[in-house]
């Protein structure tokens, strides 16, 4: 007779659904109150806000998420076991339903009493967070979310919006209108044609006939718990690498920090498939993941994110600083990090918008290597970036043309990958080589090419290219507060020494009669990383001289936290 099977603490199911012990246990009840459940209270219910951390001392509990079916069973909890997954981090709306089903005893925390308890205790602090992690990624694998996505792989909306879904770590349902027989049914009840997609259903009841990024965003309540009213330490506009590090230290740092997102965390660098040159993953980590594990990190410490939302401008005469955001609201911040990073640069080719999501892309992830499978396809662009996305695709593509303007990679690409790509026997190099032009119907057909050094122009039956090449800095916004270069790029440090100096003391920006760019007003020199406005700083891709690695933004990031402490210590 064998032995009953023990199920292991590294399993997986285990570290989603632990069991705490008396001692843990003990450890919790100072910080909450005890509270009697009877079979059938619901505890929590979707979109609930603020929900409150329960352990079972007692009883059992049901966790269940309510769809268009009606209920699909996520998860059950006993004794020793708790509620949560990260939207009792990140302040969103709840996800689920938590229903008694035996009555018992609970140990009721609030979120701010749970954030104190991660804060102090660093073992329940990597349980929870741990199986929070887990839990979403189960949600997210098994399409178990509060949306319903009804969309084709042929629209350009359908791709923005699963992307943004995704590299936000929602969880959701897709659903495929040109494969799906029964979604016919769906779309008849909720009365929509076809001209209204993509569709998305939110918390199986909201019908959004093809909603923008921020619709979806208001739709799932992303920023619902955020007092725009707040006047405070920190915030840090841009979510890519040195955003999210400047997030993560400022937070653990104990300052009160706002980060503010326009569309997906991570930058460039979360659309990328790979990156193996980072310190630490010896196996490579993708960006959307290092990404997810930044924004974890920032939020159990205390960090808060608006998505879907881009600043205006920002209001520079007097601290503490205004930014008036694209609805026109108002925050206000003593300090501020800039991070909103650089874009690739459209090509000028005729009709490019037009194909943009139907066969032209600015990110190579699994969502746009879906597409292309088994096909040929273009890579524009000799950077790492560019390098990433075409080993990258050459795993599922028939074949990968790479055409680098230069006559060769290794001027702006990490070695391993020059490597890489001349021994793929997928990708083909095409060097002084650009796309010139592009037709197609509805969707990207053929694509024109020129060999410079030939001069010859040819024509490929090519449905998609990648483009990435060039980068200019989204600094638009800032123009008239800071100073720039002549291409944009925030000047900050030792760079603002060829900036004409204004009177000692006057906080409002002057402007040099050289430039036209704002001066650095008062006695002291700017420190390294703080622009031509006290008290803001630039950090990654959109400052001038950067170096264009995600491990030296993320140095940035958190050495530009040293530098907030200081000026905030003059305030």
Request: proline residues 5%; charged residues 20%; aromatic residues 6%.
């Given at each position: 007779?064998?032995?009953?099977?023990?199920?292991?603490?590294?399993?997986a199911?285990?570290?989603?659904?632990p069991?705490?012990?008396?001692?843990?246990?003990?450890?919790?009840?100072?910080?909450?109150?005890?509270?009697?459940?009877?079979?059938?209270?619901?505890?929590?219910?979707?979109?609930?806000t603020?929900?409150?951390f329960?352990?079972l001392?007692?009883g059992?509990?049901?966790i269940?998420?309510?769809?268009?079916?009606?209920?699909?069973?996520v998860?059950?909890?006993?004794?020793?076991?708790?509620?949560g997954?990260m939207?009792?981090?990140?302040?969103h709306?709840?996800l689920?339903?938590?229903?008694?089903?035996?009555?018992?005893?609970?140990?009721e925390?609030?979120?701010?009493?749970?954030?104190?308890?991660?804060?102090k205790?660093?073992?329940?602090?990597?349980?929870?967070?741990?199986?929070?992690?887990?839990?979403?990624?189960?949600?997210?694998?098994?399409?178990?979310?509060?949306?319903?996505?009804?969309?084709?792989?042929?629209?350009?909306?359908?791709?923005?919006l699963?992307?943004?879904?995704?590299?936000?770590?929602?969880p959701?349902?897709?659903?495929?209108l040109?494969?799906?027989?029964?979604?016919?049914?769906?779309?008849?009840?909720?009365?929509?044609?076809?001209?209204?997609?993509?569709?998305?259903?939110?918390?199986a009841?909201?019908?959004?006939?093809?909603?923008?990024?921020?619709e979806?965003?208001?739709?799932?309540?992303?920023?619902?718990?955020?007092?725009?009213?707040?006047?405070?330490?920190?915030?840090?506009?841009?979510?890519?690498?040195?955003g999210?590090?400047?997030?993560?230290?400022?937070?653990?740092?104990?300052?009160?920090?706002?980060?503010?997102?326009s569309?997906?965390?991570?930058?460039?660098?979360?659309?990328?498939?790979?990156i193996?040159?980072?310190?630490?993953?010896?196996?490579?980590?993708?960006?959307?993941?290092?990404?997810?594990?930044?924004?974890?990190?920032?939020?159990?410490?205390?960090?808060?994110?608006?998505?879907?939302?881009?600043?205006?401008?920002?209001?520079?005469?007097?601290?503490?600083y205004k930014?008036?955001?694209?609805?026109?609201?108002?925050?206000?911040?003593?300090?501020?990090?800039?991070?909103?990073?650089?874009?690739?640069?459209?090509?000028?080719?005729?009709?490019?918008?037009?194909?943009?999501?139907?066969?032209?892309?600015?990110?190579?992830?699994?969502?746009?290597?879906?597409?292309?499978?088994?096909?040929?396809?273009?890579?524009?662009?000799?950077?790492?970036?560019?390098?990433?996305?075409?080993?990258?695709?050459?795993?599922t593509a028939?074949?990968?043309?790479?055409?680098?303007?230069?006559?060769?990679?290794?001027d702006?690409?990490?070695?391993?990958?020059?490597?890489?790509?001349?021994?793929?026997?997928?990708?083909?190099?095409?060097?002084?080589?650009?796309?010139?032009?592009?037709?197609?119907?509805?969707?990207?057909?053929?694509?024109?090419?020129?060999?410079?050094?030939?001069?010859?122009?040819?024509?490929?039956?090519?449905?998609?290219?990648?483009i990435?090449?060039?980068?200019?800095?989204?600094?638009?916004?800032?123009?008239?507060c800071?100073?720039?270069?002549?291409?944009?790029?925030?000047?900050?440090?030792?760079?603002?020494?060829?900036v004409?100096?204004?009177a000692?003391?006057e906080?409002?920006?002057?402007?040099n009669a050289?430039?036209?760019?704002?001066?650095?007003?008062?006695?002291?020199?700017?420190?390294?990383?703080?622009?031509?406005?006290?008290?803001?700083?630039?950090?990654g891709?959109?400052?001038?001289?950067?170096?264009?690695?995600?491990?030296?933004?993320?140095?940035?990031?958190a050495?530009?936290?040293?530098?907030?402490?200081?000026t905030?210590?003059?305030?």
């Open positions: 007779m064998s032995s009953p099977l023990i199920p292991s603490a590294l399993d199911r285990t570290q989603a659904f069991v705490l012990t008396a001692a843990q246990i003990a450890r919790i009840r100072p910080l909450g109150k005890l509270r009697p459940a009877a079979a059938g209270d619901i505890l929590f219910k979707p979109d609930d603020n929900v409150p329960f352990v001392l007692s059992n509990m049901e269940v998420q309510p769809s268009l079916a009606g209920e699909r069973m998860a059950t909890h006993g004794p020793g076991g708790f509620t997954e939207t009792m981090i990140s302040g709306r709840c689920v339903l938590g229903r008694v089903t035996e009555p018992g005893e609970f140990v925390l609030t979120p701010d009493a749970f954030r104190s308890l991660v804060g205790d660093a073992e329940l602090s990597e349980i929870t967070m741990r199986a929070f992690i887990l839990r979403r990624l189960a949600l997210i694998s098994s399409g178990e979310g509060n949306v319903i996505l009804m969309g084709s792989l042929h629209s350009a909306q359908t791709l923005r699963r992307e943004f879904l995704s590299r936000n770590g929602h959701y349902t897709y659903i495929d040109d494969t799906d027989k029964t979604s016919q049914d769906l779309l008849d009840r909720f009365r929509v044609t076809l001209d209204d997609i993509p569709i998305v259903v939110c918390n009841r909201s019908v959004l006939r093809n909603p923008s990024i921020r979806l965003a208001e739709c799932l309540g992303f920023n619902s718990t955020i007092d725009e009213s707040q006047v405070r330490d920190l915030i840090i506009v841009g979510a890519g690498p040195s999210l590090a400047a997030a993560v230290y400022a937070a653990s740092e104990g300052l009160d920090v706002l980060l503010i997102e569309c997906s965390p991570g930058g460039q660098a979360g659309s990328s498939s790979k193996e040159n980072y310190l630490g993953f010896p196996m490579g980590v993708s960006g959307q993941e290092l990404a997810a594990r930044a924004i974890a990190q920032a939020e159990k410490f205390g960090a808060r994110m608006m998505i879907a939302h881009s600043v205006d401008r920002l209001g520079c005469t007097k601290r503490p930014l008036v955001l694209d609805n026109g609201n108002v925050l206000a911040a003593r300090s501020i990090v800039i991070s909103t990073g650089a874009q690739y640069n459209k090509p000028r080719i005729d009709g490019i918008e037009k194909f943009e999501g139907q066969g032209i892309y600015y990110g190579a992830t699994f969502m746009e290597a879906q597409l292309c499978e088994k096909e040929e396809l273009i890579v524009v662009g000799g950077g790492n970036s560019a390098g990433q996305a075409a080993v990258f695709l050459s795993q028939s074949k990968v043309h790479m055409l680098v303007r230069s006559h060769q990679l290794s702006t690409m990490s070695r391993y990958l020059v490597r890489r790509i001349e021994e793929n026997p997928a990708i083909e190099l095409h060097y002084k080589t650009e796309v010139v032009a592009i037709e197609g119907d509805s969707h990207l057909e053929r694509i024109t090419w020129l060999d410079k050094s030939s001069g010859e122009k040819s024509v490929h039956d090519i449905r998609h290219v990648f990435m090449a060039g980068a200019s800095p989204r600094t638009a916004w800032l123009k008239g800071l100073a720039m270069d002549d291409k944009g790029f925030i000047l900050t440090g030792r760079d603002l020494d060829a004409k100096p204004t000692p003391g906080l409002t920006p002057a402007l050289a430039d036209g760019n704002p001066a650095w007003p008062l006695d002291r020199r700017p420190q390294m990383l703080e622009t031509s406005l006290p008290g803001v700083f630039a950090v891709d959109v400052r001038a001289g950067n170096v264009k690695r995600v491990a030296a933004a993320v140095g940035e990031g050495i530009a936290i040293s530098l907030v402490h200081r905030l210590a003059e305030l």
